[in-house]
């Protein structure tokens, strides 16, 4: 079936450094990605999304890159804050008729 | 709203007890989608609705777990006979059309006791 992974499971920063969430998936004919933040008690918030024609993409602080080639997507969030600690999901919109979901990272800013 | 709407935001039941969750989409959404998520983890997929489409049910964990949506809009889940294991925060989100962006409602948090 198909998967969508996580490289960390947490992640810590110093406020103001950058951050960078990867993410893996298994299907390469997906071509549709979404990054969705999760903050506690709340439901997953919509952040950035990607289609496959493209590599890269561009949003306030933050910077989605999808390489194809290794079925890798990652989130780059500049100048993190504390507001930015939260749940980080991908999901991938695969073959069927649903986005799939990885298990997320824990993002934690350290003031 | 202008966003996915979801009731009630929490729900205790007792362990064989009915209980019907309602998602209001965003206007002019053609799909809509349920997801569950257990503590700490993540989202597992439930079922889909595209349009007048007969919905994707893949995902439905039981014979327990049903879902309508009338008139291309309003959703209600419906858990049967509910048992603890069903205990989770019950997510819905809808999008314009499948594949594109999709956003989440606040959830269902569903404690079965």
């Known amino acids: 079936g198909e998967s969508v992974g996580l490289h960390l499971p947490t992640l810590s920063v110093q406020e103001g450094d950058n951050s960078i969430i990867n993410c893996a998936y298994s299907?390469?004919?997906?071509?549709?990605f979404i990054w969705y933040k999760q903050e506690s008690g709340k439901g997953p918030q919509f952040i950035i999304d990607?289609?496959?024609?493209?590599d890269k993409r561009q949003g306030q602080r933050v910077t989605v890159l999808l390489n194809k080639t290794v079925k890798h997507l990652s989130l780059q969030i500049a100048a993190t804050q504390p507001g930015d600690s939260a749940v980080y999901f991908c999901?991938?919109?695969?073959?069927?008729?649903?986005?799939?979901f990885g298990t997320g990272t824990s993002l934690t800013v350290i003031p | 709203g202008a966003g996915v709407s979801q009731s009630p935001s929490n729900k205790v039941t007792e362990k064989g007890k009915d209980v019907e969750l309602r998602c209001d989409p965003i206007s002019g959404h053609t799909a809509l989608y349920w997801y569950r998520q257990s503590l700490g983890q993540g989202l597992e997929f439930l079922i889909y609705?595209?349009?007048?489409?007969?919905?994707?049910k893949s995902g439905l964990p039981s014979d327990r777990f049903s879902a309508e949506r009338t008139g291309g809009s309003v959703s209600t889940l419906t858990i049967q006979r509910t048992q603890q294991e069903d205990s989770a925060v019950y997510l819905c989100?809808?999008?314009?059309?499948?594949?594109?962006?999709?956003?989440f409602g606040q959830g269902t948090r569903l404690t079965v006791v």
């Open positions: 609705f595209q349009g007048n489409s007969a919905p994707d």
């Open positions: 989100a809808s999008s314009y059309r499948a594949g594109t962006e999709a956003f």
């Open positions: 999901a991938e919109w695969g073959t069927g008729n649903q986005f799939y």
């Open positions: 299907n390469s004919a997906s071509d549709y």
């Open positions: 990607i289609r496959s024609n493209m």
